[in-house]
T-cell receptor, first 112, second 112 residues
Framework: GNSVTQMEGPVTLSEEAFLTINCTYTATGYPSLFWYVQYPGEGLQLLLK?????DKGSNKGFEATYRKETTSFHLEKGSVQVSDSAVYFCALSDNQGGKLIFGQGTELSVKP | IAGITQAPTSQILAAGRRMTLRCTQDMRHNAMYWYRQDLGLGLRLIHYSNTAGTTGKGEVPDGYSVSRANTDDFPLTLASAVPSQTSVYFC???????????FGPGTRLTVL
């Protein structure tokens, strides 16, 4: 079945460091891919998305490229801030029933 | 304010009691979803509804029931709560199934 695997956290970085959070997926067909962010005590918010191969989603300095050949959708940011501290979830949309399948989440902590 | 509201914010419940978690959206979205979030497991889909009057089972439906009498409301009922249902519950909606989902703030439920 469809699944999403993320790198385990927590990830701890200093402010202005480069961020990569790895995400790979297993799916039949051509799913849409998403990154969601969850700030402490809040619900999930959509960060960015890509709907077809080679699409690049971007928002708030974060980027991720839909790589079908490697079945990956890694999240990157060139210079993280303390305010980026949150849990990040990679997800795919099941084109069969339209349901989201989430990875287990990666906690990011950015220190000043 | 447009969006999704959930009630209650948190609840402590004795095992064996019945509990309904409420979810309301004012965005006129067709699809709605219930997830539970557990540490290390990410979010898992409990039930979903693609449109008013229809519901479907997700990944972990046992012990839960839902109804979708109208577009706006999607309550989740635990008929007889058990400690393993201790979790944070998130309601979400999307314009149509398969599209990006918008999440509520969550309900923290503790079953003793």
């Amino acid at each position: 079945g469809n699944s999403v695997t993320q790198m385990e956290g927590p990830v701890t970085l200093s402010e202005e460091a480069f961020l990569t959070i790895n995400c790979t997926y297993t799916a039949t067909g051509y799913p849409s891919l998403f990154w969601y962010v969850q700030y402490p005590g809040e619900g999930l918010q959509l960060l960015l998305k890509a709907t077809k191969a080679d699409d690049k989603g971007s928002n708030k300095g974060f980027e991720a490229t839909y790589r079908k050949e490697t079945t990956s959708f890694h999240l990157e940011k060139g210079s993280v801030q303390v305010s980026d501290s949150a849990v990040y979830f990679c997800a795919l949309s099941d084109n069969q029933g339209g349901k989201l399948i989430f990875g287990q989440g990666t906690e990011l902590s950015v220190k000043p | 304010i447009a969006g999704i509201t959930q009630a209650p914010t948190s609840q402590i419940l004795a095992a064996g009691r019945r509990m309904t978690l409420r979810c309301t959206q004012d965005m006129r979205h067709n699809a709605m979803y219930w997830y539970r979030q557990d540490l290390g497991l990410g979010l898992r889909l409990i039930h979903y509804s693609n449109t008013a009057g229809t519901t479907g089972k997700g990944e972990v439906p046992d012990g839960y029931s839902v109804s979708r009498a109208n577009t706006d409301d999607f309550p989740l009922t635990l008929a007889s709560a058990v400690p393993s249902q201790t979790s944070v519950y998130f309601c979400a909606s999307s314009v149509q199934r398969g599209q990006e989902q918008f999440f509520g703030p969550g309900t923290r439920l503790t079953v003793l």
